[in-house]
């Protein structure tokens, strides 16, 4: 009879070692999963990551183990540490969830509606315009929706919805874009960007600029943040990503999280000519989409104190009305409409009527030069912005 090559005894040691290194590599890609879902509580990456190199190969010693409990109580042990993994990456997850409101958009525009009953809007009927034909095709930036919807309801007619040919909402990116291809005739909001002004020069589009009214352009941090006023110095420090720890300018210490909002938005614009010749830092995670979000990130970033954002103050103060952030003055300055109206406040930004050169709505005119009367002017302050002087 012919020997065999390896010991009965041998090929247990094998089996036993495979088994072991099996088991350790399970329970290390456990270990790994945990720490990601620490991380990016990236819960499908988890489970992905489980099931394809660590449940799957672990089974494969079932078949052919003898002695099968040792291993299973084993197994069993790494698969409730995969289960208790993926509750806390699905925990995190659901927290996340909680504290960042999805905003699309990011203001509820059913309550700023012209001719309902139960608008906030600034109402009045106008004595001095009234619109019945070959209406101006009227958009705006997100923060100005309130005061162009009130525009609507005071000079057109009471058929007027949103959306129909007369009446628009696509926010500062898509307003300016529309406006350059001339579906739009006028554009309520801030100055565009550089990358607008050339997209409109390729569509053969002139910007043309109607100062109505004035802004606060405005940063904002945590309500536990002790830090309540920055130079424009330290602001572009935070921002250029000289400054990280609020310690450096008088606050905890603790790193300084700075969201930015997305290339094209109209408060993004605003920082960027802002920071004038200071490069902005590129963002990573701190890009936010919408204006509304960007508030919500900072009122509750994963329980930090340490975050900071920008957007303009009757967005903030007016629309969203959060608890859980605060204004800061801009050296020494507070933007108080006020301190807006004498220029104290060191970052003024104009609200703008935008057309283009050659508009062919007679109507336009009118409209804008009812935007600068007593009437149009009453309804830019009541909204919560600051008036002109004529």
Not at 138 to 151: E, H, L, R
Not at 197 to 215: K, L, N, R, V
């Amino acid at each position: 009879m012919k020997k065999p090559l390896f010991s009965k005894e041998f090929k247990l040691a094998i089996k036993a070692t495979v088994s072991l290194l099996i088991a350790g590599m399970g329970i290390m890609i456990a270990l790994a999963a945990l720490v990601i879902a620490f991380i990016s509580a990236d819960l499908s990456s988890i489970i992905l990551c489980a099931i394809s190199g660590l449940i799957l190969p672990s089974l494969l010693p079932f078949l052919w183990l003898k002695k099968r409990k040792p291993y299973f109580i084993c197994w069993l042990s790494v698969l409730l540490a995969l289960f208790i993994t993926c509750s806390v990456a699905f925990a995190i997850e659901k927290y996340n969830e909680s504290i960042t409101i999805d905003v699309t958009p990011n203001i509820n525009v059913r309550e700023y509606l012209p001719f309902t009953e139960d608008s906030k809007i600034v109402k009045i009927d106008s004595k001095t315009l009234k619109l019945t034909d070959n209406l101006p095709i009227i958009d705006g930036a997100t923060a100005a929706f309130p005061v162009y919807s009130a525009f609507v309801h005071a000079v057109y007619p009471s058929t007027t919805t949103l959306y129909d040919m007369a009446f628009r909402y696509n926010n500062t990116l898509y307003g300016y874009q529309a406006l350059a291809r001339k579906e739009t005739h006028i554009f309520i909001g801030a100055y565009p960007s550089k990358e607008q002004i050339e997209y409109a020069a390729e569509c053969g589009t002139t910007f043309e600029y109607t100062q109505i009214g004035s802004e606060a352009f405005v940063f904002f941090v945590h309500k536990d943040n002790p830090v309540n006023s920055l130079t424009t110095e330290q602001i572009k420090g935070i921002y250029s990503g000289q400054i990280t720890n609020w310690k450096e300018v008088g606050g905890n210490d603790e790193k300084i999280e700075a969201f930015q909002r997305n290339k094209g938005s109209g408060s993004q614009s605003m920082m960027l000519r802002f920071m004038g010749d200071t490069p902005m830092i590129e963002p990573d995670t701190t890009v936010i989409s919408g204006m509304g979000e960007i508030i919500e990130k900072v009122a509750d970033y994963k329980s930090k104190s340490g975050s900071m954002g920008f957007s303009f103050r009757y967005y903030v103060e007016g629309i969203i009305q959060n608890p859980d952030i605060k204004l800061i003055a801009v050296d020494g300055v507070a933007p108080t409409v006020e301190n807006i109206k004498t220029n104290a406040y060191p970052i003024v930004a104009p609200v703008y009527a935008v057309t283009y050169e050659g508009n062919p709505n007679p109507n336009v005119k009118l409209l804008i030069d009812w935007m600068l009367s007593e009437e149009g002017q009453y309804i830019i302050e009541e909204t919560g912005y600051v008036g002109i002087d004529n």
